[in-house]
Structure formats: C-alpha cells, structure tokens
C-alpha cells in the first residue's frame, strides 16, 4: 500500500480557496497563510497538529525523504474486537489518512546533513504505537546504527495500541533495545516530542534520545491528565505537562518554537558531526603560562577578591567569547533543572566539544536566579549527563568551574548531594574523552572538584582553588570570620601555589586589572589555552589517556610520588 | 509570439502543474527577463510565488492585472496573494473586483465574505457568504464560516439556521453536527441539541471520542435538570471511562436526585465549567482536521 507522504501541495492554493478557523483564538486563517505560517496562528500562535507529511516537509532539504520500510503493515495479532473489530478500525483510519500506520521512516537531509527520519502521524488512531510503529522505529534505529547516521525520530502519540494487547507493549521493549545500541555504538539520537506524546511511548524511544528536544505548547507526559487527577483526587496545576512544565522539571533539554525547530536540529547535527582531523588552530593570545615564577603575586585574598568580582566572565559570556553555536542543553532528566551549572555541546575553532560549567551571574537579580552559582544535586546530575553524552559520541568535555561550593541545603541534602557530588568525580575520571578543566573564578571545594577531574586542569591568573573556603577556615580555625585574608594564604589558594603543588597544570593570563577589566582579552587568552591543550591530549588513545588521569589524581598525597614545591612558605612569608 | 517564450510558459505551467512551484517560479522568472509583460508567465510566476510565500507574488500578479484587467482569476489570486501578504486592504479590493468581473463564481465570494468580515464588515461578510452558499449547494464552506461569523456576533438563531442549512447539506459532517448541537444548547434548544449529540454517537467513531459526546449529552440534561436522564448518561459514561469529570458528574447528578451521598461532589458552577473545557476540547479535535484538509 502507498502511504501518502506527499510533501508539496497537491492542489495549489489558487485553483481552491480554503478558510479554516483558529480552535484556540477563533480567528478567521486563510489556510495557504497558516501553512506558510508552518501551521501556527499567526494571532495567537496556536501549534495546529501537524500530520506526518507537513513534519517531513517542515524538516528535511527540500522535504524530500527516501522513505524506507514499505512493507511494514499492521496486523490484528489478537482478533481483537470491541464496538467494532480493530481490523475495520485499521481500514477506517488507513483510509481516512492513507496512510498505513501511524509511522513512517526514511533517509533524507537536515541543513545538507544526513539523517535517518522517523516520524509519527497522530491523525492515524491517535499515533497509538503497535508492532507496525514499532516496527518502524526499530528498524530507523537499526539504519542508522548500520551506517552510523544520526537518527531523528518525532513523536506523537497517544501510548500504546490496546488492540494488539501485550504485543503492543512489547514494542517499548524491542524499541528501547534498538536504542540502546544506537547509544552503545556512539550514533546521536534526537527525540522531538510534538503535541501530544504520552504513554508507551514516553516510556520508551521518546525519552531515550541523546537529545530531548519538544515544540512549544505540545503536551508531553506518562499518564494522562485526567487519569492523574483521577487518582490524586486533586486538580493539576495550570501547564502541567506541558513543554515548558518538562524543561522546568528537567525532563527535556530544551523547548523550541516550530519556526525555529529545523534550525535547532541543524545546529545539533553539526555539532555532533566529527571535528576535522587536524589540529585546531591556534590564535596570538598570550600563552598558558606553566613556570611558577613567571606568574606576579597579589596577595592570596586580593586574588579571591578578584575571583569574587561580579563582572568577572561568566561561563555564558565564556560561551559566546570562544565558542560558536554553544546550544544550552537542560535538565538532570530526574527531577529538575539546575541553572547554576550550564552545558552544552558547542564548536571550538571547529571541534566540538562539550562545554560545561557553573554559571553566577553579573546582577543581583541573575545572581539569585543562578542560586550565586551554587549548584543544587540536579546541576550535578546535569553535567554528568552531559559528560555521558560527550563520552559516548567521542566529544572533548571542557569545564569551567566557578562556584563558592555545592549548596548547602536542606532539600540539596534530601536529594544526595554528596553522592551527586561523588558519582561526577567518579564518572570523570573514567570518561574515554579528553577532559580540560579550568578554574575561571571560585573553585569550591567539592562543588568545584566535581566538574574538576580533568586530564588537564587549568586556572585563571586571579582564580582561586581551596577545600575552604577562606572565611570557612577562618571561622573553624582562628574561631572568627575576620582572619579570612590569613587562612586564604594559609591554604595556598593562588595559581601559583597550586602550579607548584601541581594541583593546576597551567595559568591562563589574565590583563592587569582582573578578567573583569577586559572580557574579550580573557576570553582570548583562555581558548589559546583550550586549543594548545586540546591539540595535546586529542591524539592520544582512551586507554593511556585513563591511565595518565587515573595517576595524575593517584599520585596526591602519596609520599614520594607528590613532590615538594620548590617555594613552599615563601609567599606565606611575604605576606605576613 | 516567438517560440521560446511559449517554451518557456509550457516548462513553467507544467511544473506548476506538477507541484513543483520553486522550479515553476525559476523558469517564469527567466522567461519574464526576455518578456516582462507576458501575461502568462506573469500569473504563473504570481501564483508559484504565492505558494512559494514569496512577497513577489503581489508584484508578479499585479503587473498581470494590468495587462488583463478584465481577467477575474487574475483578481482573485492577487486579492488572495495581498492576503498572504499581510495587506488586508488591498485584498479586499481585488477580490471585489474579481466578484464584479465574475459574479458567478462562489469560491471568490467566500474569499470576498473572509476578508470583509476580517476588516469589521460582518454584514458584508455575511451577504457574500450567504450568496455564495446559494450559488454552490454542494459547497458547505460558505455555511460553516457563516454560521460561525453569526455566533460570534452573538446571532445565536441566525448561527443556527446556517448550521441547520449545513447539516442538511452534508449530513455526515461531523464539525457542522458537533456546532449545530453547541449552538442549540446555548440557546435552550435542548431537545434540538440532543439529538444532535445522538447523531454524533454515529458520526464521530474516532477513539476517545464517544466521552467527550456522552459529556456533552450530560450537559444538556443538567442544563434542563432532568436529573434521571442525566444519571442515565453518566452511569453510561462510566462504562467509558473513569475519570474524575466522570466520577464528578456521578456523583453530582446523584446527589441532585438522591441528596447528598458519602461522595462529595463540586459544586454546579464548576461543574458547567469544566463541561465546557470538555466541548471546547473536542471541538479543537475536529478544528485540527479541518484545518489539516481546508474547511
């Protein structure tokens, strides 16, 4: 059976005017504008629900997509019979569609990239998933596995099929399999959730994707509201469920508006495509300096002041200073999204790599909404998401840690905070990427080292790194806040102190005031240091690269094998 | 006319033609550079252009309305490209004029009736649309909007008699019955409403479907306060689903009849309201196929 997938208007828009109405704002649309709105009211911006057909068209080059799987029908396994038999059922929606289930899959191009496709159709029995749908996304998991092509799969359904009973629900079994082995082998997967996707389906292939990325608006969840209120017995907050709800509860990675949707999905594919074979480029900026004695002391709290210093670049500034196209990936996908730790993947000097790192903020008001860049256990469970992410598709994670520490609280407690804390350290130092760290302002503790376990770990010239911080040590160990300038030169908290211990491999320079007083030379300097960095661990194999991390760590506090730093005690002297 | 000119408007209508309206565009375009007042590379460039969403649009056809001023589809499709075009004036005035050259031809009047009725002029709107529902007997396009300009002026009654006018056209039509039954239960029109809901059980066997309309049958009776009526329908609602709305409406109408239960139930207020959402709902359902396939 031929499946009508027709992707250019059969009947021009001159030959039949056509009128419909907005459900949302009753607004009068003539229909050739709505569709050149993508099938958004243009007065209220209603998503209408697209059909298959409008999706692929809205999505690949051209809307041309060779489509694959044509032979994949549904069958009534059970007989099944309720008002009607499921086999009238089918002819009736086949016919009502023409279509021959409620999924196709093909091959085509995204922004000249290619892509395996999958993509369902609600207006076929509610998008309900049975062997057919099944079928077809295992097999467009099982393309883009076979030759290594990254699959794009849009959903759109109701749940399962309950007229194929438990061969239905097996169907969430033998597709999430199939996506487990594209994750296994390293082939991107995205996910666009559409309006509605509920059920089986979100409890298999819709959720397993490396990326999770739904329109704006399109209702997405496990249980139906209904039945949820149901059984709660309590009425649902206003946009429960909905994209935004998803994002905010650390669900998704990110909500996109339908304009924007081929664009988002082009800018993923092309930072998950591989990095040029030669080495980046490297820039004039001043290079990362890794001999102690060229770098000027300031004294240990004047650094921390520095460090401190509210127009200090902060990771997003970071972001747009030396990468291109850093696209903000969110949430933990367990319980909610941590803003005071930001990640995503993005291009340096062409590479991708992932970029991960605490954020504050330049005002009070971002200071608050970034909780002073004090991550909660989700920002932890974030970037170790995101650090899986990058390890599975061979991208170089780079960090940028700036934190006072892991927040202390009461629900940060309830959710593990220290075993968040713990997996993120354990995690990166057995991630078979190149890892480069940089502590670009506060490095807080355990809140710091748990994006800090890098092959290379690097500093900023005024940035400081301490198990305490100063005030902390200060309150414990002198019994009062105000000796917080002696414990910071107590505990060697300057880059040069740590380029000695060993604890930091490189500075990065930073102008003579601060980072503060000249972002874009800062910026310039630290992605000097990234590429020179780079350049030095990408050629090296993920087994030695382990075992050089594994004994950079090991070696702390090992006698003989952590050696003395040439000027111990002599800054602490100085500034006494 | 020299031959490749004719070439060149054969190439560009057969991929026209053939849906394939970026390549349809180029060849006119390329024709144009050798014949700019070709009348019928002109249109086809207008009208590729138009189902391309290009702004040209409006430049092609109104350079062919010049060369062709008596040419009505000429109109229409400018009137329809200035539409595209955000330009709500302009298309009001071409289309007026296709309708002047061509009187005849329906589809210009219901575009003729969209736009008015988009520029404030819903008496105008409703003479065109109106006129064009007689012209076309088979057509319900006219009909349906009609009926919708009518009950969103609040013309309930006049809503109605365009519905009623739709549904005896199209007795099958699913959107034109679910409407019908709406406008009739804002007017009181119980009885009239119901057996709209009835008629509906027959027409709208799409899955989920059958609670929305049970509901909506629940409505009516509540509305009426035929509470024996409306506990039959929601002991019937069960049976297709157990969902708190459901369950609420159990409860409600049995407290009306039998006095308050161990069950509480919300109060009328909320639930008429929720009744509502529940209609809106399903009428967004079928708005969403219609909008899928032009009404």
């Known amino acids: 059976m031929s499946q009508n997938l027709t992707i250019t208007p059969a009947r021009p828009a001159t030959e039949t005017v056509q009128w419909t109405k907005c459900p949302s704002c009753d607004a009068f649309l003539y229909l050739k504008r709505l569709e050149h709105n993508l099938k958004v009211c243009p007065e209220c911006r209603y998503h209408f629900r697209l059909p298959a057909a409008d999706r692929l068209a809205q999505l690949l080059d051209d809307g041309v997509l060779h489509e694959l799987g044509q032979d994949v029908m549904p069958f009534d396994a059970l007989s099944f019979v309720d008002s009607r038999s499921y086999a009238d059922r089918l002819e009736q929606a086949q016919r009502k569609t023409g279509r021959r289930d409620a999924a196709s899959y093909g091959r085509g191009t995204i922004g000249g990239l290619p892509v395996v496709i999958a993509v369902m159709d609600f207006a076929f029995m509610g998008g309900s998933m049975g062997g057919a749908v099944g079928e077809i996304i295992t097999r467009s998991a099982e393309e883009a596995l076979q030759t290594r092509t990254p699959l794009v799969i849009i959903t759109a359904s109701g749940g399962a099929r309950m007229q194929e009973g438990c061969v239905s629900l097996m169907q969430l079994a033998k597709t ?36 999770l990325i739904a329109e704006a608006g399109a209702l997405v969840g496990f249980a139906g509201p209904q039945i ?100 903000e990936l969110q949430g933990d996908r367990l319980y909610a999204e941590s803003s005071s730790i930001v990640g995503g993947p993005a291009s340096l000097a062409g590479h ?152 930091v491999d490189g500075v990065v320079p930073e102008p003579e005031g601060g980072a503060h007083t000249d972002q874009v030379t800062t910026a310039a300097n630290l992605k000097e240091a990234l590429v020179t960095t780079l350049n030095e661990l990408m050629p090296i194999d993920p087994q030695t690269l382990l075992a050089a991390r594994y004994q950079r760590f090991r070696c702390f506090g090992t006698p003989a094998a952590h050696p003395a730093p040439a000027m111990a005690g002599a800054s602490a002297k100085e500034d006494d | 006319m020299d031959v490749s000119m004719l070439e060149f408007a054969g190439r560009a209508q057969d991929a026209f033609d053939a849906a394939h309206f970026k390549d349809s565009y180029r060849l006119a375009v390329e024709g144009l550079n050798g014949r700019a007042d070709h009348p019928g590379l002109l249109a086809i460039a207008g009208r590729a252009a138009m189902e391309l969403g290009l702004d040209e649009a409006t430049t092609y056809l109104g350079r062919l309305v010049e060369q062709t001023p008596a040419d009505a589809t000429a109109w229409r499709d400018l009137g329809m490209a200035r539409l595209n075009s955000a330009d709500l004036g302009g298309a009001e005035q071409a289309l007026r004029t296709a309708v002047q050259l061509d009187p005849g031809d329906s589809a210009m009047r219901v ?47 006049a809503a109605i008699d365009a519905a009623d006018e739709l549904v005896r056209r199209a007795p099958e039509d699913i959107a034109g019955t679910m409407s019908l039954a709406e406008l009739n239960l804002t007017l009181g029109n119980y009885a009239e409403s119901l057996a709209c809901y009835r008629r509906l059980t027959e027409l709208d066997t799409d899955q989920g479907h059958a609670g929305h309309i049970i509901h909506a049958m629940i409505e009516v009776e509540i509305c009426r306060e035929r509470w024996r009526r409306a506990l039959d329908y929601a002991i019937i609602a069960t049976t297709l689903d157990r969902h708190r709305l459901t369950t609420d409406l159990l409860a409600f109408v049995s407290n009306q009849l039998f006095g308050t239960g161990e069950r509480p139930a919300p109060p009328r207020q909320e639930i008429e309201s929720r009744l509502r959402a529940r209609r809106s709902e399903h009428r967004r359902l079928h708005a969403e196929v219609l909008a899928g396939l032009g009404t």
């Open chain 1, 176 to 211: 999430s399999q199939a996506l487990g082995r594209l994750k296994e082998a390293g082939v991107l997967s995205i996910c666009v959730l559409t309006d509605p996707t509920f059920g089986g389906v979100t409890a298999s292939y819709a959720t397993l994707g490396d990326v």
């Open chain 1, 228 to 327: 949820i209120e149901q059984t709660i017995r309590q009425r649902l907050p206003k946009g429960f469920q909905t994209a935004e709800f998803l994002l905010g509860h650390g669900m998704i990675d990110l909500v996109a508006q339908r304009e924007n949707l081929r664009q988002t999905l082009t800018k993923m594919l092309r930072l998950h495509a591989e990095g040029p074979a030669a080495p980046l480029p490297a820039g004039r900026a001043a290079a990362l300096i890794t001999d102690p004695g060229q770098i000027a002391r300031r004294p240990a709290w004047e650094v921390v002041k520095l460090a401190r210093n509210i127009g200090r670049p902060t990771t997003l500034d970071y972001a747009g200073l030396i990468f291109d196209d850093f696209v």
């Open chain 1, 352 to 503: 991708p790599v992932m970029l991960i790192g605490h954020q504050k903020g330049h005002s009070t008001s971002e200071l608050v909404a970034r909780n002073f860049g004090m991550p909660e256990p989700e920002g932890y469970r974030k970037a170790l998401r995101l650090m899986r992410h990058a390890g599975r598709l061979g991208m170089p994670v780079i960090t940028l840690v700036d934190t006072p520490g892991a927040f202390p609280g009461l629900g940060a407690e309830e959710r593990g905070q220290a075993v968040a804390i713990a997996e993120s350290i354990m995690e990166m130092a057995r991630l078979t990427v190149p890892i480069v760290t940089v502590v670009t302002g506060e490095g807080g503790s355990g809140g710091a080292l748990a994006l800090a376990v890098g092959d290379r770990v690097l500093m900023l010239q005024n940035a400081y790194y301490s198990v305490i911080s100063p005030e902390g040590c200060s309150v414990i160990l002198w019994s009062n806040a105000a000796s917080a300038p002696r414990a910071a030169e107590a505990l060697r908290v300057r880059a040069p102190d740590l380029l000695e211990l060993r604890i």
């Open chain 2, 111 to 157: 575009s003729l009736g969209h736009v008015a009725y988009l520029g404030g002029a819903a008496d105008e709107a409703d003479r065109q649309l109106s006129e064009a529902a007689r012209m076309a007997p088979a057509d319900v396009t006219a009909l349906r909007s009609l009926s919708e300009m009518r009950r969103l002026k609040g013309r309930v009654q």
